[in-house]
């Protein structure tokens, strides 16, 4: 099959060069050919009787769409309009774009070989060889996202599901994403997906990595299996105390709540991050495996986008 050549700069790109943007420092930072080296096989038709896109360009087409909260559709504009996402992709000025489809299908590929988490610990990889995990702790938290599909409709994903809302009435329809957040440099080194009802503590053990020397949690991760786990791996448990009906806190652990809450806040500007600034509001797609890999590709395109704002420019 023969692979479309991307990224021959013509006189256009000259003229039109332009100042660098987020996305050139991103570029710079990461090492492509090992990411390449993983998804290299993959090979996705534009049309028949035309060449194949570059694994690499559709992987980081993606991740563009991750950083900016577009969807597929979107993606595609984008990259027809935005030279600086052309730039970052691999393509030239006078270079067509890869349609909405062609994305979509290679993003299903990823989740289906389940390549997404390999990315992810690629990235793990290079941002400890930078020297940018602290491990001075992790910061466990959960935040639900929303699904697109809407319960009892033809469109419904079975595999979502509901949780009540934070401080409001009534509930979501979707998944939950569980982080846990490096305590310094405040990158993602672990990260999963579950449906909305699921909860926060039932999953959090895959979240410790075992090298961090503290792990941080509310209330909800708090159980006294977790601690003596934790304890007798070396690791200090600093976990909000959940009191009872039979026994209150005392003042000395309510004082110590306190503490923790205050340390482990700042894993919410994460989430912040994500929905914010990323604009990671909904679940795009049905079933459990494509939220995954939603949620673990935004994972990595948050991990590249802190790593430019750690390292000076």
């Known amino acids: 099959m023969a692979i ?10 000259a003229v039109i060069e332009g100042a660098a943007s987020p996305l050139d420092r991103i570029a710079a930072l990461v090492r492509w050919d090992r990411f390449e080296q993983l998804v290299g096989g993959l090979r996705q038709q534009q049309s028949p009787g035309r060449p194949a896109w570059p694994a690499l360009v559709l992987f980081k087409a993606l991740l563009v769409g991750a950083l900016y909260g577009l969807s597929e559709r979107e993606l595609e504009a984008a990259l027809a309009d935005r030279l600086s996402f052309r730039r970052f992709v691999g393509l030239s000025y006078e270079e067509t774009v890869p349609d909405h489809s062609v994305l979509n299908r290679f ?13 992810f610990a690629e990235l793990d990889r290079q941002l400890e060889a930078a020297g940018l995990m602290v491990k001075h702790g992790t910061m466990m938290d959960a935040t639900v996202i929303p699904s697109v599909s809407r319960p009892g409709r033809a469109s419904s994903d079975p595999q979502a599901g509901f949780a009540k809302r934070t401080g409001k009435p009534g509930s979501v329809f979707g998944y939950k994403a ?40 509310d209330k909800a991760y708090h159980s006294h299996a977790r601690v003596a786990h934790l304890k007798a791996s070396g690791i200090k448990p600093r976990l909000m105390v959940r009191g009872n009906k039979h026994h209150a806190l005392s003042d000395r652990v309510v004082n110590y709540n306190k503490l923790i809450s205050r340390r482990r806040a700042a894993v919410e500007t994460t989430f912040a991050t994500l929905k914010r600034r990323m604009n990671f ?6 079933g459990l495996a494509k939220a995954c890999g939603q949620i673990t590709l935004a994972a990595i395109a948050f991990n590249l986008r802190r790593w430019a704002a750690l390292v000076p420019a």
């Open 4 to 13: 479309k050549r991307t990224g021959q700069l013509g006189f256009s790109d």
């Open 107 to 119: 993003r299903a590929e990823l989740v289906e070989l389940r390549l997404l988490e390999v990315l």
């Open 178 to 217: 569980h982080v846990g957040v490096d305590e310094g440099s405040g990158l993602i080194r672990s990260v999963l997906g579950t449906a909305a009802n699921i909860g926060d503590t039932t999953p959090a053990d895959a979240l410790i990595r075992g090298d961090e020397q503290r792990v941080w949690g």
């Open 281 to 286: 509001t909904a679940i795009r797609y049905r």
